[in-house]
């Protein structure tokens, strides 16, 4: 995966990935991180990839069939955990599981390192969620196969936004683009990651949420410096720009985020869109959401012509399938 200078991954040799090898050489041994790693045509190389993939899954039915891909998940999932065992199997590969960390040796205090590099030797690659921001590049630091990180805390969560690009690209486009991004950007990881993958293209990035969630300083500072191609604006209502957007992303807030109880009440609730805020979008919008959601969204949203949530989640397939098909093919060359 080529990576631009300011954000070049270290290998665990040191070296550093780059320099003269194809794309797809450079995805083989790679690390997944964070999306800031993502240049353009790593980005539009995925989602073309995972297009065909959409196209004709059965061409890719045995591509992997002699790989094990192996989830260590320290956070509960649904859609990130089952649409990666998925994407597997449907490569004809198969998936080693971790399991409920309260039946790991985790509990018996064995650290994030030791079974990384345990579970290393089972499978030719690793999927990692986490709760602690930055596990998943400490961990990175102790494997060989290519790692995957599926969240780290309020960090990032690079293969999410992987498939809101995809799913964005086929409604609205990513260049001239006008999104809106709602709801807990302080600790929402798929807001950071998708705010930096953003910067790649041509966007106006409106951020809508309360003073106290508002996006991390230092991911503003980063996308500031992006300014030749990216605008962005904050915002604490959604109504004065809803007209303009032409992709709302929605985000939960997250309960299990706050240290404090208190902080959480003060603003649960505090963004809803039903079809009566709609009213006023435009009607090419597309509203997205990374789920699960509680009540940031009606239910009566979900028949209008602009949910595009599920169709998001369900895209976590073919976006997994096509990752995890340029990581781990042979000799880093297409085949087809």
């Known amino acids: 995966m080529s990576v631009n200078e300011?954000?070049?991954t270290p290998t665990t040799n040191g070296e550093i990935q780059g320099g003269g090898k194809s794309v797809h050489e450079q995805m083989r041994h790679d690390h997944l991180i964070t999306s800031k790693q993502l240049s353009r045509a790593d980005i539009e190389t995925?989602?073309?990839?995972?297009?065909?993939?959409?196209?004709?899954?059965?061409?890719?039915a045995d591509r992997h069939a002699d790989?094990?891909?192996?989830?260590?998940?320290?956070?509960?999932s649904t859609r990130t955990k089952m649409s990666?065992?998925?994407?597997?199997?449907?490569?004809?590969?198969?998936?080693?599981?971790?399991?409920?960390?309260?039946?790991?040796?985790?509990?018996k205090g064995e650290t994030l390192a030791d079974t990384v590099r345990v579970i290393e030797g089972y499978t030719d690659a690793l999927v990692l969620r986490h709760p602690k921001q930055g596990a998943a590049t400490?961990?990175?630091?102790?494997?060989?196969?290519?790692?995957?990180?599926a969240g780290d805390g309020a960090g990032h969560h690079p293969t999410?936004?992987?498939?809101?690009?995809?799913?964005?690209?086929?409604?609205?486009?990513?260049?001239?683009?006008?999104?809106?991004?709602?709801?807990?950007?302080?600790?929402?990881?798929?807001?950071?990651?998708?705010?930096?993958?953003?910067?790649?293209?041509?966007t106006r990035q409106h951020f809508i949420s309360p003073e106290s969630l508002q996006l991390p300083r230092e991911v503003v500072y980063d996308l500031h410096?992006?300014?030749?191609?990216?605008?962005?604006?904050?915002?604490e209502s959604i109504e004065e720009v809803l007209p303009s957007l032409d992709v709302l992303y929605v985000t939960r807030i997250q309960r299990e985020r706050f240290p404090d109880e208190n902080e959480y009440q003060q603003v649960a609730g505090k963004y809803q869109i039903d079809t009566e805020a709609l009213e006023t979008a435009r009607d090419e919008?597309?509203?997205?959401?990374?789920?699960?959601?509680?009540?940031?969204?009606?239910?009566?949203?979900d028949t209008t012509d602009h949910a595009a949530y599920f169709e998001q989640a369900h895209n976590g397939v073919p976006v997994r399938m096509a990752l995890l098909d340029l990581l781990l093919r042979d000799g880093g060359e297409t085949d087809e």
């Open 138 to 149: 400490m961990a990175g630091e102790f494997v060989d196969v290519p790692l995957l990180n």
């Open 6 to 8: 300011s954000s070049r």
């Open 67 to 76: 790989k094990l891909l192996g989830l260590l998940f320290f956070e509960p």
């Open 46 to 60: 995925v989602l073309d990839h995972a297009a065909e993939i959409d196209a004709d899954r059965s061409a890719f």
């Open 225 to 235: 410096q992006e300014q030749e191609r990216v605008q962005i604006r904050e915002h």
């Open 84 to 107: 990666f065992e998925t994407a597997m199997k449907r490569l004809g590969g198969d998936i080693v599981d971790m399991g409920a960390v309260e039946s790991s040796s985790v509990t």
């Open 285 to 301: 919008l597309t509203v997205m959401h990374p789920l699960p959601r509680v009540d940031e969204i009606a239910p009566a949203v």
């Open 160 to 202: 999410q936004t992987l498939l809101d690009l995809y799913t964005i690209r086929e409604n609205a486009g990513l260049d001239d683009l006008t999104i809106g991004i709602m709801g807990d950007l302080k600790y929402g990881r798929t807001v950071h990651s998708l705010a930096y993958a953003l910067s790649n293209f041509d």
